[in-house]
């Protein structure tokens, strides 16, 4: 599986695997990773993009802090993948913004001018 940047699982004790899907990719993790562990590992990335400019963001901070790795987890947004354990089938979905919604702000700029 390609991995674009440097991270690199280290050893795990785990014995317990789990698939997850993120978009309909299989991904097989140890049980107790997180799923922003997962995505930076099968460097999925970007896991989302920002609303008004569509800049790519991934994982950042892996605490909860930053609000950069918000997925789609089991039909649920803005699921925090740093803060979620993976699960057995769990299906997760990038949070990739609609061009449509940005080309909407461009038009209402424009007609504000
Ligand atoms: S990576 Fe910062 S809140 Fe999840």
Same mark, same amino acid.
């Given at each position: 599986m390609p991995n674009a940047l440097p991270f690199n699982r280290l050893e795990?004790?785990?014995?317990t695997w789990v698939t997850l899907y993120i978009e309909d990719q299989a991904i097989q993790v140890p049980a107790g990773d997180t799923v922003a562990a997962a995505i930076l590992s099968a460097g999925l990335l970007p896991s989302r993009t920002t609303s008004i400019s569509s800049s790519q963001r991934a994982p950042y901070c892996?605490?909860?802090? =930053?609000?950069? =790795?918000l997925v789609t987890i089991d039909g649920k947004e803005n699921s925090q993948a740093c803060m979620t354990q993976v699960q057995d089938g769990m299906r997760v979905s990038k949070q990739i913004q609609s061009p449509d919604l940005n080309a909407a702000d461009t038009r209402e700029a424009k007609h504000d001018k």
């Open positions: 795990t004790n785990s014995d892996l605490m909860g802090v =930053c609000f950069e =790795c």
